[in-house]
């Protein structure tokens, strides 16, 4: 059974700091590229970031770059996003995801971020 | 910035035909991908590489791509097929990304 299981969401104040992890079971995490796709409240999907299959290249939205930083442990099968100086506009559930290869696509179980004071 | 653009709803009769389009100028050039979504689920993939569909979506659901647009068609739609419908696809250059439509909510009633 191929899962992503994410954590580290929850309330942060603006201005802060917080790590999202997906642990990868199940299929060949190394062999993927990963994104990561935020969805703010009653919103569509926003892709936010993605990280090549070797960690060798990183891309990122308009919105987040220079704030947040995707990255891999391919030995411990877990994709990271490390977001900081956030803001009200951060607050999203935020989803893992693999690349889409072939017709195979895995999706972590959402993890929501909500940026208050 | 680059866009892809979908209608924000679509409505049919169960039975009817639903027909869902993902306008974008580098769609000629770029696979679209298509994703459906229920209320707080994750997104499932039901159409990848413009016409190809995953093992496990029903055969009612088919891509097509032609130019600028490409369309997700559902023939005989169901009630249990009602739900937001994304388009993705990617932006190729320096800063190589992701997007996604804005969304079609979908009504089978």
């Known amino acids: 059974q191929m899962h992503l299981v994410q954590s580290g969401g929850g309330k942060v104040q603006p201005g802060r700091s917080l790590r999202l992890s997906c642990a990868a079971s199940?299929?060949?995490?190394?062999?993927?590229?990963m994104h990561w796709v935020r969805q703010a409240p009653g919103k569509g999907l926003e892709w936010v970031a993605v990280?090549?299959?070797?960690?060798?290249?990183?891309y990122y939205a308009d919105s987040v770059r220079g704030r947040f930083t995707i990255s891999r442990d391919n030995s411990k099968n877990t994709l990271y996003l490390q977001m900081t100086t956030l803001r009200v506009e951060d607050t999203a559930v935020y989803y893992c995801?693999?690349?889409?290869?072939?017709?195979?696509?895995?999706w972590g179980q959402g993890a929501l971020v909500t940026v208050s004071s | 910035s680059y866009e892809l653009t979908q209608p924000p709803s679509v409505s049919v009769s169960p039975g009817q035909t639903a027909r869902i389009t993902c306008s974008g100028d580098a769609l000629p050039k770029k696979y679209a991908y298509w994703y459906q979504q229920k209320s707080g689920q994750a997104p499932v993939l039901v159409i990848y590489e413009d016409i190809k569909r995953p093992s496990g979506i029903p055969q009612r659901f088919s891509g097509s791509s032609s130019g600028t647009v490409a369309t997700l068609t559902i023939s005989g739609a169901q009630v249990e097929d009602e739900g937001d419908y994304y388009c993705?696809?990617?932006?190729?250059?320096?800063?190589?990304?992701?997007?996604f439509g804005g969304g079609t909510r979908l009504t089978v009633l």
């Open positions: 199940g299929f060949a995490f190394r062999t993927y590229g």
């Open positions: 993705y696809s990617t932006v190729s250059g320096a800063n190589e990304r992701g997007v």
């Open positions: 990280i090549w299959d070797d960690g060798s290249k990183k």
């Open positions: 995801t693999s690349a889409a290869v072939g017709d195979k696509n895995y």
